[in-house]
């Protein structure tokens, strides 16, 4: 049965690459993506031969067993077609690709997939990645030793462990089967979009309900604004819907919709910036498919960088403390130096430091107990002490408990004897022992 709704395929070089390496498939039943690699002249090779193998699948199949089957041949078909390309070619030697293709088989979506080109599945208002990343950092992100966010800015997040090349006679493919639904809508797309705009970026585009054309236009703009250092290839498959097909003519974009010996000239490459560094590392191979021992050393490599990033977050960790405690004494000493009136159960009292308190530790400290009652004051001057009064000094202070001393004498009509001010206490001094007097009874 051929299948029912609509879709859309666009290919952009991106703002930095001189030239575009992916292909992209929009058919009647058959929808792919393949992402080139092995520099200039390889990636468009390896991405047009991967989706002129799979384009004789854009038929109508009798289940979904026939399909896989297919679908697998079809890339093993792929792989030799690779490996003699290379063998011709020398200057092709390590091209490669990474296929995600879906064959629509009446209302189920038979997957194959292999490299880091994804697949989303919109539905219910929710996105969801279908396929995983055969890369290096996501054994790290599988393992927990990294977060998915700093899997998007790992600097060997272009590492594939898995990939349609010209090293491998049989590619191992992850294959699967999922039931589709009307108003489902399927992504696929290479990671010059998936790597620069977010999954809530690309939820919010699916959520307008445009178009599969306008809302992969969309998408590609999201990815040309946030710099494209990649190509870019979108395939948006809409089930059924709102959107009817418009035409039954399949669209081949990017590299595979170029003539078989024709010649494209590249672009002129995008000056570098240094404020864009991301754009400068775009230049370089971003795909390739790694030895044993190369592996171990990126994972010894990880490890060196996690613990380096462990000894700046502790070093950076300890100066901030440091400089916490400097400032916090530097603070306690200064309000050891304030001054102020305040209330003490019924008495006025002269404290050393500041009214505030950090959590139960007090800022101030009583160091004289006035004798003046709160009782004997006039109402204007107990409410000054009961909210306090600052001074500048223990000079001023006593000055100021002067003035609350007369206020009291004026209310009680006696004159209360003057405190002191607040001295230490002298060391007591011993009294002479019997015999060291120099006078005496004689």
């Known amino acids: 049965m051929v299948f029912e709704g609509s879709s859309a395929a666009i290919s952009h070089t991106g703002k930095v690459r001189s030239n575009n390496q992916d292909s992209g498939y929009s058919g009647a039943n058959l929808f792919a993506v393949a992402d080139g690699m092995g520099g200039h002249a390889g990636g468009d090779v390896a991405s047009s031969i991967a ?30 077609d690779l490996i003699r390309a290379a063998k011709e070619r020398p200057e092709l030697a390590g091209l490669g690709t990474t296929v995600s293709a879906i064959i629509m088989v009446d209302d189920h979506a038979v997957i194959g997939h292999i490299g880091d080109s994804r697949i989303y599945l919109y539905r219910d208002d929710e996105l969801t990645q279908i396929t995983a990343d055969h890369t290096f950092v996501q054994r790290l992100v599988d393992s927990g030793r990294i977060t998915p966010e700093e899997a998007r800015y790992h600097p060997r997040r272009s590492v594939l462990m898995r990939v349609l090349s010209d090293m491998d006679h049989d590619p ?3 294959m699967f089967v999922m039931p589709t639904l009307p108003g489902d ?15 809530p970026h690309i939820l919010r585009a699916m959520r307008l309900g445009l178009p599969p054309g306008r809302t992969a236009d969309n998408l590609l703009k999201q990815a040309l604004d946030g710099g494209a250092p990649d190509n870019v290839t979108v395939v948006l498959v809409e089930v059924g819907g709102v959107h009817p097909i418009s035409s039954g003519t399949a669209t081949i974009v990017g590299a595979a919709s170029t003539p078989s010996g024709v010649l494209i000239p590249a672009v002129r490459p995008a000056r570098t910036n240094w404020l864009h560094p991301v754009r400068q590392a775009a230049n370089e191979p971003s795909h390739f498919e790694p030895a044993a021992d190369y592996l171990e050393e990126l994972i010894e490599e990880d490890r060196r960088r996690a613990k380096r990033r462990r000894i700046g977050w502790i070093s950076a960790l ?23 009136i305040g209330a003490d159960d019924d008495s006025v009292v002269i404290f050393q430091g500041v009214q505030q308190s950090i959590g139960p530790i007090s800022l101030s400290t009583e160091i004289d107990d006035t004798g003046i009652l709160l009782a004997d004051l006039p109402p204007y001057q107990r409410a000054s002490v009961e909210r306090t009064i600052n001074a500048r000094s223990l000079a001023d202070a006593m000055a100021i408990v002067d003035r609350l001393r007369a206020g ?22 011993p009294a002479p022992t019997e015999g060291t007097d120099g006078g005496g009874a004689g």
């Open 51 to 80: 989706i002129q193998r799979l384009e004789p699948l854009d038929q109508s199949f009798p289940d979904v067993d026939e399909a896989q089957a297919s679908l697998q041949a079809a890339v093993t078909t792929a792989a030799g």
């Open 172 to 174: 191992e493919l992850d």
């Open 185 to 199: 809508r399927w992504l696929l797309c290479s990671d010059g979009l998936s790597g620069v705009v977010d999954e």
């Open 318 to 340: 300890l100066v901030v403390l440091l400089a916490l405690t400097g400032a916090g004494i530097l603070a306690y000493n200064w309000t050891q130096t304030r001054y102020f």
């Open 408 to 429: 009291s004498e004026a209310v009680t009509g006696e004159t209360p004897a003057p405190t002191p001010p607040p001295t230490q206490t002298p060391t007591p001094i």
